[in-house]
């Protein structure tokens, strides 16, 4: 595979939020710069029910900082009875996605108990970058863009409304995740030899694991 | 051998006529031919017929009762009669609370497939009666994301209400009910159970996935909650599904072992990306879009150690169980910690008190000092002016003294 190595770092992202926000549209949109029904994968359409794992190599464009930073994104399902099953996947992010609908308040609502578990579920510098998506469909709006931001502002969480349909700001949304990622690292909060920082970085005598052994049945304690 | 056994021949297709009237005396006394008839494919214009069949035995087998023609009573807990089970046509009728999320998953399922790819389409409005009905038959489940992907299978084989009791059937007798209820608490037992299969029969794939931090429930979770049909071709799906009314949940780890079996090689090369990817649905559902009969030939080629499965399900509970324990010690240890907590901050509070006390008893007792001070001054200098008054007064005796005494007084 030319180019397989071709970048600085690795990024663990995961995309958490009720089902139906649009996760894996986001994904989509990211990757492939679409997200009608006809150009979806299958798999991007259907319900994700075991984590989607994707790779992407850097594109010149998206150079964060100047350095080529490869994504790997987890993408989950939403289901409040599949919370178990999802919280085996947290475990070594660097990044965490937390998406809500901006139509359907119920999904906001419930943005304290992902967050909680993001969390308690992640280490400290974990970057978690909140999204209200479906910004397309603002005649539906329920939730306004000011209470969101005072939840991230509450919360210490970079916020920015999103189309996965049209596509803006969703670039932004994985790039700006991407450079705190960063600077974390540039200032030293990240320590990247720590297990659990979901950064790998291409060194001479190999890479530094993204993460330690997989976790045990029930994942956390 | 055709993938839907369209070309079956008529052989095939008399022996399946035979099953369906005589499936109890075909497991009695033909199991081998039977189990053959299965691996090779049900024909499709029989599936109907032959799924129900064997729904039909499995639940009178599993429970005692023939389950035939009516939805069995005892799942039904709506909370009113519960000694007459409501008709799907009255089911339909109910509003389910699991409403809005069903609607969001009903595009979700089986988007490729022209019976459910239009929105305003007949196959979307069926899949969500039958969904919904069921969400509100069986008040333990409700509706789980999974669901969907077995109704469409039985859907494109069948009418919806013959769907919805041959669903009730499946999720009841076919041990579907433990992973599809809200614990979803059946779902790391089964993980557990393929973990330990694929121990034993793949050591150094399990190894390599040790090393990568790949664990089965990353793959294998959707592999158990919609059957496969939500990763593998349909033409395959049905025939896994065929395999799964036969032989029950056994046959999910066949599958799944074949599948790591047949993938070993690659999997041995790839890093984790490389694994997550070869397991992904894209990837499986290539690799076997136009091979599926080789998959099942390994799934019957599969030599599952009932003894190892029932131990690992023994394993894990009791591990499980353990494991309960010891959150409960956590609990307790955590709760007398919280007392503690309480009882140290109450003396806390009552050594913060005794400090200011003691701070009031310092102030006084400094300030009884500075007075004590002041009065030992004052007595000092009151001393002092005694003595000068004295002198005083002894000079001027001394001057009034006779001038004979004051010389012999004066005298060195």
């Not at chain 1, 989607?52 to 289901?79: F, N, Y």
């Not at chain 2, 499709?44 to 005692?64: D, M, P």
């Not at chain 2, 007064?393 to 003294?401: I, S």
Request: net charge negative; hydrophobic share 40%.
């Amino acid at each position: 595979m030319a180019g397989a190595y071709n970048y600085t770092y690795i990024f663990k992202y995961i995309i958490i939020g009720d089902m139906g926000v649009g996760k894996s549209c986001l994904l989509h949109q990211f990757t492939e710069q679409k997200c009608t029904r006809r150009s979806l994968s299958p798999h991007s359409w259907l319900i994700a029910l075991t984590p989607l794992v994707l790779s992407l190599e850097p594109a010149s464009s998206r150079h964060v900082c100047g350095q080529k930073i490869k994504l790997q994104i987890w993408d989950t399902a939403g289901q409040e009875r599949f919370r178990a099953v999802t919280r085996s996947y947290y475990r070594g992010a660097a990044g965490a996605l937390l998406v809500y609908d901006i139509c359907r308040r119920s999904t906001y609502n419930h943005l304290q108990s992902w967050l909680n578990d993001a969390r308690n579920l992640t280490n400290p510098n974990t970057v978690i970058f909140l999204i209200g998506n479906k910004s397309d469909l603002e005649a539906q709006r329920d939730v306004t863009t000011e209470e969101a931001k005072q939840f991230a502002d509450e919360n210490n969480l970079i916020f920015l409304e999103t189309s996965a349909k049209t596509g803006a700001n969703v670039e932004d949304a994985f790039l700006e995740t991407a450079k705190q990622i960063y600077q974390n690292i540039q200032d030293g909060s990240l320590d990247l030899n720590a297990a659990e920082s979901g950064v790998q970085q291409k060194s001479q005598s190999g890479s530094v694991p993204l993460s330690e052994k997989a976790p045990g049945k029930s994942g956390c304690c | 051998m055709a993938e839907d056994g369209l070309d079956a021949s008529h052989a095939i297709i008399d022996q399946w006529a035979d099953v369906c009237v005589h499936l109890e005396t075909w497991q009695k006394k033909r199991p081998k031919q039977l189990a053959n008839l299965v691996y090779a494919g049900v024909p499709e214009h029989l599936r109907c017929i032959v799924w129900q069949k064997f729904a039909e035995v499995h639940a009178k087998q599993a429970t005692g009762v023939s389950t035939e023609g009516a939805i069995p009573a005892d799942l039904v807990q709506d909370g009113t009669d519960t000694g007459t089970a409501p008709s799907y046509a009255e089911l339909l009728a109910r509003d389910s609370s699991f409403d809005k999320l069903i609607r969001l998953d009903i595009a979700r399922t089986f988007p490729e497939h022209e019976m459910f790819a239009s929105n305003e389409g007949l196959g979307q409005e069926v899949l969500y009666n039958v969904v919904k009905a069921y969400s509100i038959y069986d008040n333990v489940v409700g509706y789980c994301q999974g669901i969907p992907f077995l109704v469409g299978l039985l859907l494109m084989h069948m009418p919806e209400e013959e769907a919805f009791q041959l669903l009730v059937v499946i999720v009841r007798d076919y041990g579907l009910k433990g992973l599809f209820k809200p614990t979803m608490a059946d779902l790391p037992l089964r993980l557990y159970q393929l973990e330990t299969l694929l121990r034993h029969a793949y050591p150094r794939v399990m190894a390599h996935f040790d090393d990568l931090d790949v664990s089965c429930n990353m793959f294998a979770t959707q592999w158990f909650m919609t059957l496969f049909s939500s990763t593998m071709p349909l033409k395959l799906s049905f025939r896994i599904f065929d395999l799964f009314l036969h032989e029950g949940v056994d046959a999910i780890f066949r599958v799944a072992l074949a599948i790591i079996g047949q993938s070993q090689r690659d999997l041995l090369r790839e890093n984790f990306e490389g694994v997550m990817g070869l397991l992904s649905r894209d990837k499986l559902f290539k690799r076997y879009e136009n091979n599926g009969h080789s998959l099942m030939m390994a799934a019957k080629s599969v030599v599952l150690n009932l003894k190892r499965l029932q131990k690992a399900e023994r394993d894990y509970l009791a591990a499980q169980r353990q494991e309960e324990q010891l959150q409960r010690e956590v609990d307790e240890w955590r709760s007398k910690c919280h007392e503690l907590t309480a009882e140290n901050e109450s003396l806390r509070d009552k050594v913060a008190s005794l400090e200011e006390a003691y701070h009031v008893l310092a102030t006084k007792n400094l300030d009884i000092s500075i007075r004590l001070a002041s009065s030992t001054d004052a007595l000092e200098s009151a001393q002092s002016e005694v003595s000068v008054h004295e002198l005083y007064t002894c000079k001027r005796l001394l001057c009034a003294a006779p001038h004979h005494y004051r010389a012999w007084l004066l005298q060195p």
